[in-house]
């Protein structure tokens, strides 16, 4: 029998192993959303991810003759438990190929590790916060993943997890919807009335233009995120990290702002045209050739993709929203994109759902995050 054995990245070389073994699982999976490899290397590493910093972590790699066949990391956050009341660790990252002796060493140690350190529940696959990749596909399969913070596993990772008696915690769904020819006069209608109320959406050109107010943006998605199944509120050197990882890749037209008759940022969006089509070519990496493939696909692309967006709670019943849908549906338009994509969604968010159901947008995908007791 090989010899295999689980231990700790505990090197720069563990480190890339970890990162890189993906690659080498996907490597004829036609629906994998390769990361940039750059990007890996700032998420898995402590000097270079603040959320190490207020974190209890654990990265493993499954070796098989010498070989990386399988990695997983454990993820303990002492301050989101502390405010939701919980015993949680959580799980991220897991990767193996269909093998279920490895797939079980790595849950198990993951396991272990977790109740060595008083946990009482072990749920994922969900990272830092809900900003990284979280839950395994659970319907979709036929179709390419074109988020790049979502999952592009494998079904027999989902045999695998109901094999070791992990249950369901929440499921993640995705829409995907036609852009509207018209803007509906519901929608009209509420936004002139939300203008006259003294509201105002900014829009911009470029993202020079958006930087003063990314503190006041994530500001508010701390204060209105807290019900988000996950997340965790980001202090100000992650806000940094995010912004600094992400604005590259963002177009200025598809991110709308609203402001309040003092200037207070009380709700936003941000869109961005998907660039999937260029990051598979990519290969996960940005040079010689990857930045230009990332570049031209986001050009060419008839589909957007909506990745953020908040409303104050204490402005949601007042059509604050109808500012956002006019303004990203009208650059939409102007952009001649055909399609939108919502991103993610908890199952039971009925408010979100419902909102993008009047634009007769349907599931396509859905993502499950297990949980167990240990």
């Not at 007769?360 to 297990?370: E, G, L, N, P």
Request: hydrophobic share 45%; proline share 5%.
């Amino acid at each position: 029998m090989p010899n295999t054995v689980i231990r700790t990245v505990s090197s720069k070389k563990d480190l890339n192993a970890f990162i890189h073994l993906p690659f080498r699982i996907h490597k004829n999976h036609p629906n994998w959303l390769p990361p940039l490899i750059a990007d890996e290397k700032k998420v898995f590493d402590a000097k270079k991810n603040a959320s190490f910093a207020h974190c209890d972590t654990i990265l493993l790699i499954a070796e098989r003759d010498g070989l990386v066949v399988g990695r997983i990391m454990g993820i303990i956050n002492p301050t989101y438990n502390e405010v939701h009341k919980e015993k949680n660790a959580r799980f991220f990252a897991m990767e193996t190929y269909d093998d279920p002796r490895i797939f079980d060493m790595l849950l198990k140690a993951i396991e272990r590790w977790a109740i060595d350190k008083g946990m009482e529940n072990l749920v994922g696959p969900i990272g830092f916060s809900d900003k990284d990749p979280q839950g395994f596909l659970y319907s979709g399969f036929e179709d390419p993943v074109s988020i790049i913070v979502t999952n592009p596993s494998f079904a027999y990772m989902i045999n695998h997890m109901e094999r070791n008696k992990y249950a369901k915690s929440i499921d993640l769904v995705q829409y995907r919807a036609k852009v509207p020819e018209s803007i509906s006069p519901i929608y009209e209608t509420m936004f002139q009335r939300v203008t006259n109320a003294g509201y105002q959406i900014l829009e911009f050109t470029n993202t020079k233009a958006i930087r003063p107010y990314i503190p006041p943006v994530f500001a508010l998605l701390n204060k209105t995120y807290t019900e988000i199944y996950g997340f965790a509120p980001l202090d100000d050197k992650e806000i940094t990290e995010f912004a600094e990882r992400f604005l590259p890749f963002l177009d200025a037209r598809f991110i709308k702002i609203v402001i309040d008759q003092q200037k207070n940022v009380v709700a936003f969006l941000v869109a961005m045209p998907d660039i999937s089509k260029g990051m598979r070519k990519a290969e996960g990496k940005l040079f010689p050739f990857g930045f230009m493939h990332i570049l031209r696909s986001g050009k060419k692309t008839k589909q957007l993709n909506l990745l953020l967006g908040s409303v104050e709670e204490s402005l949601r019943i007042k059509g604050i929203v109808s500012l956002l849908a006019v303004k990203v549906i009208e650059s939409a338009q102007k952009a001649k994109m055909e399609l939108f994509d919502s991103h993610l969604i908890m199952e039971d968010n009925a408010k979100m759902r419902a909102m993008y159901e009047r634009f007769d947008a349907k599931v396509y995908k859905t993502y499950r995050i297990f949980q167990k007791a240990l």
